[in-house]
T-cell receptor
């Protein structure tokens, strides 16, 4: 079945460091891809999305590019801040079943 | 747009008791979804509604679980005869229509002792 795999955490970075969180997916057809973020004590928020191959989603300095040839959607940020500390979930959705399939999440801690 | 709300935010119950959670979606959102998230894992789909019709149920949803959306607005998720394995965060989400972005509520954290 369709699934999402992402790098294991926790990830600890110093402020202003470069961030990459790897995500790969397995799915037939052409899913939409998402990154969600869950800040401590808060609900899931959509961070960015891409709906077709080679699309780049971006928001709040985060970027991810839909790579169909490698079935990947890696999350990157050039300079992380302490406020970026959260759990990040890679996810996919297909209109054929209209539910979101999430990866296991990657916890990020940014230290001053 | 007041967002998706869920009530209660936390529930502690003893094994064997019944619990009911409520979700209020964003108004005019036709689709409503329930997910379950256990510690250290991503959310897993449970079920969803198009207006008042329940269109799909995951095999995770045992016969002790029942969900309703009687008037196509708010939804309830009931768990009968709770077990310790039911301890999790129960998330509700809504979307305007099929394929649209899903907006998530803050979740109800259930602890079964």
């Amino acid at each position: 079945g369709d699934s999402v795999t992402q790098m294991e955490g926790p990830v600890t970075l110093s402020e202003e460091a470069f961030l990459t969180i790897n995500c790969t997916y397995t799915a037939t057809g052409y899913p939409s891809l998402f990154w969600y973020v869950q800040y401590p004590g808060e609900g899931l928020q959509l961070l960015l999305k891409a709906t077709k191959a080679d699309d780049k989603g971006s928001n709040k300095g985060f970027e991810a590019t839909y790579r169909k040839e490698t079935t990947s959607f890696h999350l990157e940020k050039g300079s992380v801040q302490v406020s970026d500390s959260a759990v990040y979930f890679c996810a996919l959705m297909k209109t054929s079943y209209d539910k979101v399939i999430f990866g296991p999440g990657t916890s990020l801690s940014v230290i001053p | 747009d007041t967002g998706v709300s869920q009530d209660p935010r936390h529930k502690i119950t003893k094994r064997g008791q019944n619990v009911t959670f409520r979700c209020d979606p964003i108004s005019e959102h036709n689709r409503l979804y329930w997910y379950r998230q256990t510690l250290g894992q991503g959310p897993e789909f449970l079920t969803y509604f198009q207006n008042e019709a329940q269109l799909e149920k995951s095999r995770l949803l045992s016969d002790r679980f029942s969900a309703e959306r009687p008037k196509g607005s708010f939804s309830t998720l009931e768990i009968q005869r709770t077990e310790q394995g039911d301890s999790a965060m129960y998330l509700c989400a809504s979307s305007l229509t099929s394929g649209d972005r899903q907006y998530f509520g803050p979740g109800t954290r259930l602890t079964v002792t």
